[in-house]
């Protein structure tokens, strides 16, 4: 038997490359909007090694999930800019009906992204039986005056154009 397994130790084989500062690192760059595989090679770990880590390091899947609601928050807030930046596309009159299609291709792209980690909130929403919106799809008072507001706002701004 090895001495080192027989002394208690951790097992033979390569030694865990955790610590708490290459964690910090790793969530940061997540939480930055870099994808786990991206992530995980810009601070020299494997994607899986990060998976096993979930499992292994106490407290370490929550630090990782966090990291992954503000990559998410990350998406919404580059939506917004988007949005920004192609209403100055559609109003530029060289060279902004190309720069208008890669903003609505990054907006799609993104869209995408949400609808598949967030179905419940960006997924599509299917009709009920009678007709109705599933619940998750219903907006209540509050959420209907904020998007009117957008939208007010949206078609002042296409006028001012």
């Known amino acids: 038997m090895n001495a080192r397994v027989s002394a208690g130790n951790r097992p033979p084989g390569r030694p865990r490359k955790y610590n708490e500062a290459l964690a910090e690192r790793l969530c940061d760059a997540i939480a930055d909007g870099l994808s786990l595989k ?28 966090r ?61 009920g039986a009678e007709g109705e919106l599933p619940l998750s799809a219903r907006m209540d008072r509050e959420e209907m005056a904020v998007f009117a507001e957008m939208l007010a706002a949206a078609r002042a701004r296409i006028g001012e154009g």
Request: with cysteine.
């Open 38 to 65: 991206r992530a995980a090679a810009l601070c020299g770990v494997g994607p899986s090694s990060v998976r096993r880590w979930m499992d292994a390091v106490p407290g370490f899947k929550a630090r990782y999930a």
């Open 67 to 127: 990291a992954c609601e503000l990559r998410l928050l990350l998406l919404e807030e580059k939506l917004l800019d988007l949005c920004e930046e192609g209403h100055d596309a559609a109003v530029d009159s060289e060279g902004g009906s190309a720069r208008l299609r890669a903003v609505k291709l990054e907006i799609d792209t993104i869209k995408w992204q949400l609808s598949k980690l967030l179905p419940r909130q960006y997924g599509e929403k299917s009709a």
